[in-house]
């Protein structure tokens, strides 16, 4: 399950998710670990197609300005890629982070101040892998501005938009990343992430069968 997760953004079916099958998805969601148990999530249910216009303009305008990041045959690469299914999906959901949620004082939060957002990442996840148990594709689209996004859909500007994630039904999970098959990027060989007891000291770790 974990391996057949993937991001979807080009092959969302339109049809409805029952309720019950979201309330399981955002369930599961709610149940993720978080700093000080302090829950500092949102999760805001976008359907309506004006809002999702509104927020698929903005999307936009934000890609064109990462198309300038690129030259060349990369540039023309970024262009031909599909990075986002806001219309396509018949459910967006804005993962917000509160950082006020439980008070100014949140226990582990300390030096490392920006775990309320990592907790709110895992939360994230949860819901992507649940998703995936129930048949569902997610989308993360992060080409987009807080601004915009706060704007759309009224958050307060205590309340950080974290992700903006599309959910529905699929035509197919491809077996691999869409920018690996397309050629923007290779899963880099896990030995080469992974250290043993000081910085860049290698580890081999055991190589697992497909
Ligand atoms: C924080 C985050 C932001 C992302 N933003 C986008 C995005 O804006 N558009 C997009 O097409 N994919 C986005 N992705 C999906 C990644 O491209 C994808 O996870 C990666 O290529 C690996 O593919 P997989 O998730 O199918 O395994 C995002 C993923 C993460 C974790």
Redesign the pocket.
């Known amino acids: 399950m974990l391996y057949g997760?993937?991001?979807i953004?080009s092959h969302f079916r339109p049809d409805p998710v029952p309720e019950e099958i979201l309330g399981r998805v955002l369930d599961a969601a709610h149940h993720a670990p978080s700093v000080g148990f302090m829950q500092p999530w949102n999760f805001l249910i976008v359907r309506d197609r004006a809002t999702r216009t509104a927020v698929r303009k903005n999307f936009e305008t934000v890609r064109a300005e990462g198309a300038a990041e690129f030259e060349g045959e990369r540039r023309r690469l970024y262009d031909s890629l599909k990075?986002?299914g806001i219309l396509d999906a018949p459910i967006n959901i804005c993962v917000t982070c509160d950082p006020e949620r439980a008070g100014p004082a949140v226990l582990g939060r300390v030096r490392i101040r920006e775990v309320d957002v990592y907790s709110t990442c895992l939360a994230v996840q949860n819901l992507w892998l649940a998703a995936r148990a129930e048949g569902l594709g997610v989308?993360?689209?992060?080409?987009l501005d807080p601004g915009a996004i706060r704007t759309a859909l009224g958050i307060p500007e205590s309340v950080l938009p974290i992700a903006y994630l599309t959910l529905g039904y699929v035509t197919e999970f491809p077996p691999t990343?869409?920018?690996e098959t397309k050629g923007w990027r290779q899963r880099l060989p896990l030995e080469s992430v992974t250290f043993e007891e000081r910085w860049a000291r290698p580890y081999r770790p055991i190589p697992v069968p497909r």
């Open positions: 997760r993937r991001d953004r990075l986002e989308g993360w689209v992060s080409i990343p869409e920018l």
